[in-house]
């Protein structure tokens, strides 16, 4: 988990700076594989609806648009939230993390 609070560290400080890559890496860990990948963007379903959504699309030299990686840490910061909110609540989380081979997520 230290690499991926790093990266995290590293997106916050210069969200113009990441790789598309790297940022696709944070988005499938957090949210399982992009419901949409054939086209230009990728693009997650999200545990809750409306904003923040996480679509990311690669820009030129390979990385990931900066207002795209913006959405992404909103995105993170609110899952997050909702874990520890429960979680101080005395609640199993609202949302396990997806297993690698499972692409839905289960709800309480």
Request: proline share 6%; glycine share 6%.
């Amino acid at each position: 988990m230290a690499k991926l609070d790093d990266l995290i560290d590293q997106m916050r400080s210069s969200p113009n700076d990441v790789r598309f890559a790297d940022a696709c890496k944070v988005a499938n860990t957090f949210f399982g594989e992009p419901r949409q990948q054939g086209s230009s963007h990728r693009i997650w379903k999200m545990p809750w609806a409306g904003d923040p959504r996480v679509n990311l699309q690669e820009s030129k030299g390979g990385k990931a648009k900066t207002y795209q990686v913006q959405q992404l840490l909103r995105a993170i910061d609110r899952y997050r939230a909702e874990q520890a909110r429960r979680t101080e609540a005395g609640k199993e989380p609202a949302i396990e993390p997806v297993p690698k081979n499972r692409q839905s997520y289960k709800r309480n």
